[in-house]
């Protein structure tokens, strides 16, 4: 069982049972909308069902590592870190703001080279999302990458979101992997 602030997660079987403290409904409400809206993408654990009278959640379980325990040392590794960087890019470019990105320790976790978000109880739209400039700040500390290295660029994709500032701020990360 993990315990968390606002819930516990339980396993049954490959599900993962969320049970949220009754003061936190709010939370449980964001969870279940932001899961129900993420799920065509492919980087949120599956949702089985909910129950708003118990503030219970039934997801699937993703086993694998966390964020956290990873390198990012060899091209797999790179492949998984620019992985979390298009979800990143997508949560920008639906206007979701994840919270959490700057320190996603125990928020993304790998299963066979896919990452997965978890935790959304905190998410919400935003005009100006930042998951992308967040990850890269986390992503560079990492990587031994001072923050004064890619300012400018994160500047620019923060300002448009566009793709070009986007691929130059992974191409000038994977100079750190490769």
């Known amino acids: 069982m993990l315990r968390g602030r606002h819930s516990r997660v339980v396993r049954v079987g490959s599900r993962a049972v ?11 409400w964001k969870e279940v909308y932001f899961l129900r809206e993420l799920q065509p993408y492919g980087f949120v ?14 997801m699937e379980f993703i086993e694998g590592d966390y964020i956290k325990d990873f390198e990012f040392k060899s091209s797999e ?9 298009n979800a990143c890019r997508l949560l920008d470019k639906l206007k979701i703001q994840k919270e959490e990105m700057h320190r996603p320790n125990r928020h993304i976790i ?7 978000f978890v935790d959304f ?3 919400h739209y935003s005009k100006r ?13 990492r990587l031994g990458i001072c923050f004064e290295e890619i300012k400018e660029i994160l500047r620019r994709y923060k ?10 701020l992974l191409t000038r990360l994977a100079k750190k992997v490769k």
């Open 18 to 28: 969320k049970v949220f403290i009754p003061d936190f409904n709010l939370n449980f």
């Open 45 to 58: 654990p599956r949702l089985y069902s909910y129950n708003a009278q118990k503030l219970e959640i039934v």
């Open 77 to 85: 590794e790179w492949r998984v870190l620019e992985r979390c960087f």
């Open 110 to 116: 790998v299963r066979n080279g896919v990452p997965y």
């Open 121 to 123: 109880e905190r998410a």
């Open 129 to 141: 999302p930042s998951n992308v400039t967040q990850f890269a700040i986390y992503a560079g500390k």
């Open 159 to 168: 300002a448009m979101y566009d793709e070009k500032s986007f691929k130059e």
